[in-house]
C-alpha cells in the first residue's frame, strides 16, 4: 500500500478556484461517500481535508499509478470548474513527500498564516468524517494521529506560533486604516463558526459602538453573541439593515454568496458615501467580488489577509528551520513504520504455512500414537517430518548453485543460527540469578 495526497491550496490557487472545490459540512461527507464508492479497491483508505485554503485528498491505495489520474478526474469533475484548467493547481505527493506534506501542514508551516492552530482542529474534523464513514483505515489513521503528535512536538519546542499574526488581527489593522477610531463604529459578524469567533474576538477588544451576529441557525448566533454582549440578527433582515454597519466580517459554510452587488450598492448609496468595510473570510466566498468595485466599499478576502499577515515572518525564520527539522526526523521514523506494514502480508503467509506444516505432521502423529507406536520414535518422526518440509526450499535453492548461493548462506545464518550443546542437550540448567536469552532474569 501506498500514500498519496492531492490537492491544492492558497499557495497554488487563487480563491476564485480554491471555492470551486470547497467542500463543507454534509458537502464533506457525501463528496467522501461518492469518491469512496467509486473506486473501493483502488481508494480503499481516503480523507478530504477542506478549509479556506486548501483542499487536500489523502488516500492510501494499492496502486499509486492508477490512483494519481483517478482522484484528478474525480475532482476535476465537481460542479462549478467549466472553463477551470485544474490540473495546473494541483500537486500530487506521494508517499515520503504526502507523509512530510501532512506533519507540516498539521505544525502550521503551510498555512498562509504561518504557525497559526485552526488547521490542526481542521484535519481533526477530517479524520473524524472519515472514520465516521468507515474509510479511513491503519495507513491513514496512523499518518494523522503522528501528524497530531508532531505538531504537538513543533509548538512545544519551537516558537512557531509566537508572536504570530492572525487573519482576525489582520482584519482589525486594516479597518483601523479607515476609520479613524472603532469605538464609534457599528460591526456585523455573519455566521458563527471558529473563525467568526476569533474574528469577533479580536474586534470585541476595540470595544465598539455594536456588535451585532446573523446566522443561519438563530440559537448558534444567541450562543455567540452572549460572550461578546452583541445583539443578533436574522438573515433574511440583512437587505434592509446592512446599511447600518459600518463593518461587515463573513465566514459561513454557504455554497453561494451571501451578500451580493446590489445588496451593498443599495448600502452604499443609503450611507452617503460613508465607507464600509469588508471582510469575506468564507470559502467559496459569501460576498460577491464584484463588490470589491464600488467606490466606498473595502473588500477583502482571505488571500488579502495572509499576504498581509506574511509580510512579517523573517523573525520566525530559525523557527521554521527548527520545526523543519523535527519534521524530517519524524518522516524517518513514519516510513521506517510503513516499511514494516508492507511485510505484513508476507509475515501472514508464511505463518500460514508453518501452521499447515505443524498440522499436517501433528496429525500423523497423532495417528501412530492412536496405533500404538513408541512415543519416542513418534516424536523423532514428528520432529524429523518438520525440518525435512521447513529445510526443503532453502535446501533445492542451495543445490542450484549461482550468483544468488552467496546471498541465500547469509540469509540462511541469520534464519537458522547455530544451536548449541546444551540447548541440543536441553540438560544444563541455568545458574541462580543467570538470564536466558531475552535479558530477563530466571
Not at 67 to 95: E, N
Request: proline share 5%; with cysteine; aromatic share 4%.
Amino acid at each position: 500500500m501506498a500514500l498519496l495526497t492531492l490537492g491544492l491550496n492558497h499557495t497554488t490557487a487563487p480563491v476564485a478556484v480554491r471555492e470551486r472545490i470547497a467542500f463543507n459540512g454534509d458537502h464533506l461527507r457525501a463528496a467522501l461517500a461518492d469518491l469512496h464508492a467509486r473506486s473501493p479497491s483502488l481508494l480503499p483508505e481516503t480523507a478530504i481535508l477542506s478549509t479556506c485554503n486548501r483542499t487536500e485528498i489523502y488516500c492510501s491505495t494499492p496502486a499509486l499509478d492508477d490512483a494519481r489520474p483517478a482522484l484528478a478526474d474525480w475532482l476535476s469533475t465537481r460542479d462549478g470548474l467549466t472553463g477551470v484548467d485544474l490540473h495546473s493547481h494541483l500537486y500530487l505527493l506521494p508517499d515520503v513527500q504526502a507523509v512530510r506534506h501532512a506533519f507540516r501542514v498539521a505544525s502550521g508551516l503551510d498555512s498562509m498564516v504561518l504557525g497559526e492552530p485552526q488547521i490542526l482542529g481542521q484535519m481533526k474534523e477530517a479524520v473524524r468524517v472519515a472514520h465516521d464513514a468507515g474509510v479511513l483505515g491503519t495507513n491513514l489513521h496512523h499518518l494523522f494521529q503522528k501528524s497530531f503528535a508532531v505538531a504537538k512536538e513543533v509548538r512545544s519546542t519551537t516558537e512557531i506560533g509566537a508572536r504570530s499574526v492572525s487573519m482576525a488581527a489582520a482584519a482589525v489593522r486594516l479597518a483601523r486604516r479607515i476609520f479613524e477610531d472603532l469605538r464609534q463604529t457599528s460591526v456585523l459578524f455573519v455566521g458563527a463558526g471558529e473563525m467568526i469567533e476569533l474574528a469577533a474576538t479580536h474586534f470585541a477588544a476595540q470595544h465598539p459602538a455594536r456588535i451585532v451576529v446573523a446566522n443561519r441557525t438563530e440559537e448558534r448566533a444567541h450562543k455567540l453573541a452572549q460572550k461578546f454582549h452583541a445583539s443578533t440578527l436574522k438573515l433574511s433582515e440583512l437587505p434592509d439593515q446592512l446599511e447600518k454597519f459600518d463593518i461587515v466580517v463573513s465566514c459561513t459554510a454557504s455554497t453561494l454568496p451571501l451578500i451580493g452587488l446590489g445588496l451593498v450598492e443599495r448600502a452604499s448609496r443609503a450611507r452617503k458615501r460613508k465607507p464600509i468595510f469588508m471582510v469575506d473570510l468564507a470559502v467559496p466566498r459569501d460576498i460577491e467580488p464584484e463588490v470589491a468595485r464600488l467606490d466606498d466599499v473595502f473588500l477583502y478576502t482571505v488571500d488579502d489577509l495572509g499576504q498581509l499577515v506574511n509580510s512579517g515572518i523573517e523573525h520566525r525564520r530559525a523557527a521554521v528551520e527548527q520545526a523543519e527539522a523535527i519534521i524530517e526526523n519524524r518522516v524517518d521514523a513514519f516510513m521506517q513504520w510503513l516499511s514494516t506494514r508492507q511485510s505484513v502480508p508476507a509475515i501472514r503467509s508464511l505463518h500460514a504455512r508453518g501452521e499447515a506444516i505443524k498440522h499436517v505432521e501433528l496429525d500423523r502423529a497423532r495417528r501412530a500414537l492412536a496405533r500404538g507406536d513408541d512415543p519416542q520414535q513418534v516424536l523423532e518422526a514428528l520432529a524429523h517430518g518438520l525440518t525435512s518440509k521447513f529445510l526443503h526450499g532453502p535446501t533445492s535453492l542451495l543445490q542450484r548453485g549461482g550468483d544468488e548461493r552467496d546471498q541465500l548462506i547469509r540469509v540462511i545464518d541469520h534464519l537458522l543460527p547455530q544451536v548449541g550443546a546444551n540447548e541440543t542437550q536441553g540438560t544444563a540448567p541455568h545458574p541462580p540469578g543467570d538470564t536466558d536469552k531475552t535479558g530477563l532474569s530466571r
